[in-house]
């Protein structure tokens, strides 16, 4: 009898301890903003299952991030999950901001995700809590449940193709002089001005003829 009531009593503890809990929890809530359609997942990481997809606009209750502001524990009625934080929108000092780089400034918590815990209070009756082992592994495995991101690709400088080698310029032609042998004068085959007769052989007409010298009159 002593060990059921002993039994009884350390469940009673154990219900009152996560009651007070969760009600410490939503008093320090605070509400945020969801900028876009996300979904509320059971861990700070896309690998982990899907609880609810949330529309632009709807206003849930973030009970704080962890460490890096990178996911956000919130809750909208009552399902419970995490959110990535550069779709939530909570009010700052100056203005609405995006609480993923202004955890500072507003002033949000660091809340640590523990996966036994986080799961055997929210995800008990959940389908996937069958495969709690795969998450529970993938959790142990990667630091914050998520595998590290992957190295920045930076492009490869373009490789400049070597430079075309053009031919230098050809010089301008030279006169050669004729082969010896071919019979042609220089300057084309055409004979110097020498007054020498044509090669057709003929001497020039004359252009004017010597006058006749006239007969000396005979006397009578």
Same mark, same amino acid.
């Given at each position: 009898?002593s060990?059921?009531?002993?039994r009884?009593?350390t ?14 929890a ?8 969801v900028t876009d359609?996300?979904?509320?997942r059971?861990?700070?990481s896309?690998?982990?299952p899907?609880v609810a997809l949330l529309g632009r ?7 704080g991030?962890?460490v890096?502001?990178?996911?956000c524990?919130?809750?909208i009625?009552?399902?419970?999950g995490w959110i990535?934080a550069?779709?939530l ?8 901001v995006v609480?993923a ?7 949000i918590?660091?809340t640590?995700?523990?996966?036994? +815990? ?8 959940m389908p ?5 082992n795969?998450?529970?592994?993938y959790?142990?495995?990667w ?7 992957p190295?920045?690709?930076?492009p490869?400088? !373009?490789v400049?193709?070597p430079p075309?080698m053009r031919?230098?310029p050809r010089?301008p032609? +030279? +006169?050669r ?8 004068p ?7 001005a ?6 057709s052989g ?8 010597p006058?006749? +010298?006239?007969?000396?009159?005979? !006397?009578?």
């Amino acid at each position: 009898m002593s060990y059921q009531y002993a039994r009884r009593g350390t469940l009673a503890l154990a219900a009152f301890v996560l009651t007070a809990w969760a009600q410490g929890a939503w008093a320090q809530a605070f509400p945020a903003t969801v900028t876009d359609i996300v979904h509320l997942r059971a861990g700070p990481s896309v690998f982990y299952p899907s609880v609810a997809l949330l529309g632009r606009g709807t206003t849930v209750q973030v009970f704080g991030c962890e460490v890096g502001w990178g996911w956000c524990d919130a809750a909208i009625g009552a399902q419970r999950g995490w959110i990535a934080a550069d779709y939530l929108l909570a009010q700052g000092p100056s203005g609405p901001v995006v609480i993923a780089g202004n955890g500072v400034v507003l002033g949000i918590g660091v809340t640590p995700f523990v996966f036994n +815990t986080y799961w055997g209070v929210h995800y008990s009756t959940m389908p996937w809590y069958a495969r709690r082992n795969v998450y529970f592994n993938y959790w142990n495995r990667w630091p914050h449940g998520r595998p590290p991101p992957p190295p920045r690709f930076r492009p490869r400088p !373009p490789v400049r193709p070597p430079p075309v080698m053009r031919p230098p310029p050809r010089p301008p032609p +030279t +006169t050669r002089p004729p082969p010896p042998g071919s019979g042609r004068p220089p300057g084309g085959g055409q004979p110097p001005a020498s007054g020498r007769p044509p090669s057709s052989g003929r001497p020039p007409p004359a252009s004017t003829r010597p006058a006749t +010298t006239p007969a000396t009159p005979q !006397p009578r």
